[in-house]
């Protein structure tokens, strides 16, 4: 059975833009699994992926890690795990950095979790509660434990597309970038391959039985967007 998630609902880096205004509501989200050998070889430091959203007058972001993690998993207490923000009034978003860090001690449960939000909040105690930690005048929240794997990939969709386009790739026309032309025709019949199963019925989810650690924060939204309403977030892990 997979563990369930919390707060409502680099070795390598990942980004993702939100806008962070009272107004807007947008969302974000940016994957990366299945590295390369050096990266997978040490789960801790290795990053799923990163989301952002507006909660109110919150940002809500979650940074997971170590690809299908045992029920077990822990942090590792050598690494900081840090998830980026940088705000502006327009995008692209630079020049400054609102860092979130976390790092936890002990290697056997339950472990102790510090975390910071720039100079500006900082909590610490056992983060895999049902309520998580928080800051002294609640600004700042923090769960970190093993989660059920929030990402959905149709894998076996995936590779029907990528065989599609590999059969006909010979008659591709590709630009600059290496993206091939396709036609209407072409692009549909991929977006319906990669949305449907092989036999064209529904998806199914890979990681639906996979577990991954996950850093989950709430943060009041004055704090990471002091330069802007539009805040870019990314994440690193630093051993």
């Known amino acids: 059975m997979k563990a369930r998630g919390w707060i409502a609902t680099s070795v390598l880096g990942v980004a993702s833009v939100l806008a962070a205004g009272v107004m807007v509501q947008k969302s974000a989200r940016s994957a990366d699994h299945l590295d390369s050998p050096a990266t997978k070889a040490d789960g801790t430091l290795d990053i799923n992926d990163v989301y952002a959203w507006n909660d109110g007058s919150n940002v809500a972001l979650v940074m997971t890690v170590t690809p299908a993690a045992a029920k077990t998993a822990l942090f590792s207490d050598s690494v900081q795990y840090v998830i980026h923000t940088a705000s502006g009034s327009a995008y692209p978003v630079g020049g400054n950095d609102y860092p979130i860090i976390c790092t936890f001690s002990g290697t056997t449960a339950p472990q102790t979790a510090q975390c910071w939000a720039g100079t500006d909040e900082y909590l610490t105690g056992q983060a895999d509660t049902p309520t998580g930690i928080s800051s002294k005048d609640g600004k700042f929240k923090v769960f970190a ?18 065989g599609t386009v590999e ?44 577990n991954a650690l996950a850093i989950v924060v709430q943060i009041d939204k004055t704090l990471v967007n002091k330069n802007g309403p539009i805040t870019a977030v990314w994440a690193s892990t630093h051993k």
């Open 145 to 162: 434990g093993v989660r059920g794997d929030p990402f959905f990939f149709n894998l076996d969709g995936f590779k029907t597309a990528v």
């Open 167 to 210: 059969s006909v790739a010979g008659s591709l026309t590709f630009n600059d970038a290496g993206c091939p032309s396709l036609s209407l025709a072409q692009s549909t019949a991929l977006v319906g391959q990669l949305s449907h199963a092989p036999d064209g019925g529904a998806p199914n989810d890979f990681f639906k039985t996979f």
